[in-house]
């Protein structure tokens, strides 16, 4: 069956991404997969933070309301769906979706996969005594340099635990830290049987991944070129990918939405986070982005093909997240006349009362909002009729007072400092914690012999 | 550089001559901000920023890649980053460019408004290059 395609479609971008997008892939035409993509790099610290304070918590809470929404029509249009809510707690994840199951009254045709081995907080020490510096992949510095303060540690699985899940019949796959590519990757593999070391193949599944991943930024979302004329985003299609058996697919989505699937939209998704174009590396293989070939097929399709791959590394990249500080913003808003000066002339009376007050940070950082925040000197001249101007500072500091005191010294500026100043009735700051990333690398055997895939739940035993 | 009419992202678009370059048949080039050649999106990696500039029409690519230097980006964001590389796709029309250290710490320790380096994107469409008067004609909104 060459003319054969299977369907993935991206139902979250992100953990906090539109929330409608699932129901309506799920809804709005034929799919096979939903791929659900939650982890940032800092967002395992988030739930490592959550799990210490509550064990069953840990996970993407909001993806068990919305898989409560979306499983019956998951049920019964046989949608399996892939995504790595699961944070530092897939098994909490994976049972509170059983749950769910079982109270709509598809406990027995619900069959959960669980992969776990990604989580490597509890063997840090172990790993460093054997000889696993874990450096920082950007500094070179080892990780004993900051072991105490680390708060989450988490290898980067690729698509194996889940293509073994899902042929051990798991309608939905829930992981840690698994790449996004991986949850995209996985059910292609699985469907067409794919050799893992096929690297073209996996190059393949891993640049329709990439595409997919941030949801709609690939549909129309964030696209500069032409975005006036993009139509519809009240109610975007979020993208979808049908894979083809001999590696090539076309980037779609459902009649009807909103949103524009084109040449322009999906290359700017490509080029997104991206390093050497030549050389993506996942735990699944290398992709060549130079040699992907893009074809508007028809309106909303987009065909890919040519890509070429390499062999993976014997390496696995791990995300460590450590704690670092404490940091504060705060704003205030100038109004004409003069806006600009009055805003300047708030920033100079604030810094010297932080110097009076003898408190130290690693960084005070001042934008006037309306003139500079996001370009910096290359933003020209300010206007000197502009009608207002946000003063935006921020500081750091390893330190929670001088941060808390910081936060403080901004309302009285409102009486006490330059006129026309308004925009204060958030009230202060919130003081929040630095949680820092710290990238490495590992031996992938060190990984892969403590990855597990269980099948949970419709008499699948667990 | 020479006469310029300066716009700050305004409607008037920035065309002046551009002194001693591309001198030919056909004239002067003249200076055309990348706004009206190209498009772009960028992205973070730690403390580096990503832009991807992609030629408008594939027609614009071979000047982007002639003019769109890793030196002249990094000129243009001089004070802002430590060093900038240049990647080529002209599968993509696109260049792929490396900012590093432009994010202030990056992720969740950068104090700035555009920690994830979201924008910079549009901070490099701000820079001028030369081309063919006849190319900037075209390009430009009349």
């Given amino acids: 069956m060459s003319d054969r ?3 993935i479609a991206a139902g979250q971008g992100f953990w906090g991404d539109w929330l409608e997008a699932p129901v309506r892939q799920v809804r709005g035409g034929p799919i096979d997969y939903l791929m659900m993509d939650y982890l940032a790099e800092v967002t395992m610290s988030i739930m490592q933070k959550q799990k210490s304070r509550d064990p069953r918590a840990g996970y993407a809470r909001d ?17 399996r769906v892939t995504s790595n809510a699961g944070g530092v707690n897939p098994r909490g994840c994976a049972e509170a979706v059983l749950e769910v199951a079982g109270r709509l009254g598809l406990g027995d045709r619900v069959r959960v996969g669980l992969v776990t081995g990604d989580d490597i907080l509890g063997r840090l020490d172990e790993l460093i005594a054997r000889g696993h510096p874990l450096a920082d992949m950007e500094t070179g510095r080892p990780l004993a340099e900051i072991r105490d303060r680390v708060l989450a540690a988490n290898a980067y699985l690729g698509m194996g635990p889940i293509v073994e899940a899902l042929r051990g019949g798991a309608d939905v796959v829930v992981t840690g830290r698994v790449t996004d590519t991986g949850l995209t990757l996985g059910p292609i593999f699985h469907e067409f049987g794919w050799s893992p070391e096929d690297w073209d193949k996996v190059a393949a599944g891993t640049v329709a991944g990439h595409i997919i991943e941030c949801g709609a930024q690939a549909s129309g979302g964030n696209l500069l070129k032409g975005w006036r004329s993009v139509k519809g985003m009240a109610d975007p299609g ?20 909103g949103g524009v699937v084109s040449v322009a939209s999906v290359t700017e998704q490509l080029v997104y986070e991206m390093g050497d174009p030549r050389s993506y590396i996942t735990p699944d293989g290398v992709a060549d982005f130079t040699t992907i070939r893009l074809r508007q097929a028809g309106r909303d399709r987009v065909r890919v093909s040519g890509i070429r791959g390499s062999p993976r590394t014997p390496m696995l990249k791990v995300s460590i997240a450590y704690f670092y500080g404490y940091k504060a913003v705060g704003t205030l808003v100038y109004a004409w006349p003069e806006a600009y000066d009055k ?13 009076d007050l003898g408190l130290e940070f690693e960084q005070i950082l001042t934008e006037f909002v309306g003139v500079d925040a996001t370009h910096g000197r290359l933003s020209g001249k300010p206007d000197p009729d502009a009608p207002e101007v946000q003063l935006r500072i921020g500081v750091r500091a390893p330190e929670k007072a001088p941060v808390e005191r910081f936060t403080r010294e901004l309302a009285p500026l409102v009486l006490t400092g330059p006129p026309s100043v308004t925009g204060f009735a958030g009230g202060r700051p919130a003081v929040e914690e630095v949680v820092a990333y710290w990238p490495a690398l590992i031996d992938r055997g060190e990984i892969e012999r403590h990855v597990k895939v269980e099948i949970l739940g419709a008499g699948g035993g667990g | 550089m020479a006469t310029r009419r300066t716009s700050k992202g305004g409607r008037r678009p920035s065309a002046g001559r551009a002194k001693g370059r591309g001198r030919s048949a056909a004239g002067r080039a003249r200076m055309v901000q990348l706004r009206w050649l190209a498009h772009a999106r960028s992205g973070d990696k730690g403390n580096t920023a990503n832009v991807g500039l992609i030629a408008l029409e594939p027609e614009l690519y071979p000047v982007l890649v002639r003019e769109v230097t890793a030196a002249r980006v990094a000129r243009h964001f001089r004070g802002m980053v430590s060093g900038v590389e240049r990647f080529e796709l002209p599968n993509l029309g696109a260049l792929n460019f490396l900012l590093h250290d432009a994010l202030d710490g990056g992720g969740t320790i950068s104090l700035k408004t555009d920690a994830q380096g979201k924008v910079y994107s549009t901070a490099l469409l701000r820079l001028e290059i030369p081309v063919p008067p006849a190319l900037a004609r075209r390009v430009l909104p009349r």
């Fill in chain 1, 343 to 355: 805003a300047r002339a708030a920033d100079r009376i604030l810094r010297q009362r932080l110097a």
């Fill in chain 1, 5 to 7: 395609v299977v369907r």
């Fill in chain 1, 238 to 257: 979020f993208p979808i990918v049908e894979a083809s058996p001999d590696g090539t697919f076309v980037v779609t989505k459902h009649p009807g939405t």
């Fill in chain 1, 63 to 79: 993806f068990v309301p919305l898989m409560e929404r979306i499983l019956p029509d998951v049920v019964e249009r046989g949608i």
